[in-house]
């Protein structure tokens, strides 16, 4: 379909569509057992198809009806294993062990050391967790970037870098997107790319005003699974996997 035109990149299915090519493809080129698609990507199908794929009837909620929904005790969702990252040193003791495709918000006044930490991160997550994007948007491909690069010691194989935010992220484990400003991003975008790469986790970075408020919408904040704030060199989180933990940046 899009070989002969039918499909454009402004179709309003077009990234959901693209997230399937990629899956196939995948697959297929990896030559594995079975297909890995997720509960996201099926639900994402059902939206092309029509809500009423299956018969399911929806609730005011806009959820599935509650006669098909999952509903268990206290006891059997303390038995229920639930995959982390498996974070490690001082990562840890910062945010905690979060689960895959967590998301976190850091900001803090310019010079502040954002940043620096997030590049450092990233290279703790590239050398020890999966493939890693840098969406260095604000900075670019520029001396200061490289300069911390060098100074981190932040190359690994794992580790990429880039000066936007590219369409298909679905082979990026982490992404880091500096900042959420700079590309011009609102709660919505945060949804959808959550949404599209249910597996991924991001990494959200942002500016604030000399009293400490967010450049932008405050909202975001209700969006992401940790908060770090960097203060003088130092940062502090709170999260659903670690709350109040420090460390020097």
Do not use: W
């Amino acid at each position: 379909a899009v070989t002969s035109g039918k499909i454009s990149k402004s179709d309003k299915y077009a990234d959901r569509l693209n997230e399937a090519f990629v899956t196939i493809k995948t697959y297929l080129d990896s030559k594995a057992a079975y297909l890995n698609i997720n509960k996201a990507q099926l639900n994402g199908l059902m939206g092309i198809l029509g809500d009423d794929l299956f018969g399911q009837k929806k609730s005011l909620n806009g959820q599935e009806d509650e006669e098909s929904a999952l509903i268990v005790s206290s006891g059997e969702l303390l038995k229920m294993d639930f995959q982390t990252i498996g974070l490690k040193g001082k990562y840890l003791e910062l945010i905690g062990d979060p689960s895959i495709g967590f998301t976190a918000m850091v900001y803090g006044l310019p010079k502040s050391g954002k940043s620096t930490m997030c590049l450092d991160f990233a290279n703790h997550l590239a050398s020890n967790h999966g493939k890693v994007l840098y969406c260095a948007v604000e900075e670019g491909f520029g001396y200061t970037l490289k300069e911390k690069i060098e100074r981190l010691g932040a190359q690994h194989a794992n580790l990429y870098i880039t000066d936007c935010v590219p369409e298909n992220l679905s082979q990026y484990q982490f992404v880091f997107i500096d900042s959420v400003s700079k590309a011009g991003m609102d709660v919505e975008d945060i949804d959808r790319l959550r949404k599209l790469h249910p597996e991924t986790s991001f990494i959200f970075i942002y500016h604030t005003t000399k009293e400490g408020k967010f450049k932008g919408v405050n909202s975001h904040a209700h969006e992401v699974d940790v908060i770090i704030q960097v203060d003088k060199g130092q940062a502090t989180s709170t999260g659903r996997f670690n709350a109040g933990g420090k460390m020097k940046v």
